[in-house]
């Protein structure tokens, strides 16, 4: 298994996330025009204050600390549009948009063939992109692990850690308990793109240096974050944004099954992130790219006025402090 993404791009599509930006990720207005918020409306048909028009938003938690902040610019500047956004993961977000349920749809993954094949009118936008860090309790000793390690801790086949020297003292080993494009992009990247989940670790009762190794699941990168940070001997994976700014936790450099560790030393995990988003050429440069994903957001068929005007805020310049403000990256600073 090499550690690089299958497809050298967006997985299901073929396509970079560059590709992707400039292919399916941009929304265009047919509409009597004025800009507003950095998109275009027909101001005609501004609701007015206090009005009913409601834009529902669910899917995964990684994008949804971002679109909660951008649900509040665009609630600012319209005063007659509500937007509320919840959680429950991208397979969640996905399902909703497919069903009809809600307005948009939010994934930190492409929709799987099958999923596009049960709901052939999604349609995708990408708004950003991210990546997944493996985090550690702040008493791990050193700041690497390896790619072979983590496939020890996670795979379906019990074993003694002990003998494996940076896992030897692993008490505790966390995943997600919801259907997560955090988990299963994780999973992918080691096990293969048919690996879905890591279900399967939860029922393998390693050993190590600390005597049984509990694997726990917990539901959203927050819960996952807070497992990690309030257990010692604990390890999980979490997207960047939740893990940069949380003192108790430390974000591990990987090595790979080829003997190189991403960052180098002394680069800080974000510009490697965003340089690996930007570059998405198959092979790993400043990050694993096969940690590396887009941030999308889906509706069913053409969007309405506003959703329309809601996703293109989502993608220009005005909306970039926001991701940047949680730790993610805007597309206008990857896409050229």
Same mark, same amino acid.
């Given at each position: ?65 971002? /679109?909660? #902040?951008?649900?509040?610019?665009? @609630?600012?500047?319209? +005063?007659?549009? &509500? $937007?509320?956004?919840? =959680? *429950? ?18 994934? /930190?993954? #492409?929709?799987?063939?099958?999923? @596009?094949?049960?709901? +052939?009118?999604? &349609? $995708?936008?990408?708004? =950003? *992109? ?38 030897? =003292? ?167």
């Amino acid at each position: 298994m090499n550690d690089r993404a299958g497809t050298g791009g967006v997985r299901g599509t073929g396509r970079t996330p560059r590709d992707l930006a400039l292919a399916i990720g941009t929304v265009s207005c047919t509409l009597l025009l004025v800009l507003v918020s950095g998109c275009l409306v027909d101001s005609a048909h501004e609701p007015a204050a206090g009005g009913a028009l409601n834009i529902t938003i669910s899917g995964s938690t990684t994008v949804q600390p971002v /679109s909660e #902040m951008l649900a509040g610019a665009f @609630m600012q500047a319209h +005063p007659g549009v &509500r $937007i509320s956004v919840t =959680g *429950g993961g991208s397979g969640k977000g996905i399902l909703d948009t497919g069903e009809g349920t809600v307005s948009i749809g939010a994934a /930190s993954r #492409m929709p799987e063939p099958e999923e @596009m094949e049960k709901y +052939p009118d999604l &349609r $995708i936008y990408q708004i =950003g *992109g991210s990546g997944i860090v493996v985090i550690s309790h702040r008493e791990f000793p050193g700041d690497v692990i390896g790619r072979d390690d983590l496939a020890r801790l996670y795979d379906e086949r019990e074993e003694n850690l002990s003998v494996y020297p940076r896992i030897a =003292g692993i008490k505790t080993v966390v995943q997600r308990s919801d259907a997560s494009g955090t988990e299963e992009t994780f999973a992918q990247w080691l096990f293969g793109e048919k690996a879905k989940h890591l279900n399967g670790a939860l029922n393998v009762s390693d050993t190590s240096d600390s005597g049984r190794v509990e694997a726990v699941a917990g539901e959203g990168n927050m819960a996952v974050l807070n497992i990690v940070r309030t257990t010692p001997g604990s390890i999980g994976f979490v997207d960047f944004g939740f893990a940069e700014s949380h003192p108790d936790v430390k974000m591990l450099r990987i090595e790979t099954s080829l003997g190189e560790v991403f960052p180098a030393a002394g680069v800080p995990f974000g510009p490697a992130i965003r340089d690996e988003l930007a570059l998405q050429n198959g092979r790993n440069d400043r990050y694993i790219e096969g940690l590396t994903r887009p941030l999308l957001y889906l509706t069913k068929g053409a969007p309405g006025p506003w959703e329309e005007s809601f996703i293109l805020f989502s993608q220009s310049p005005e909306a970039a402090k926001y991701f940047k403000e949680v730790g993610y990256f805007p597309l206008v600073d990857f896409s050229r």
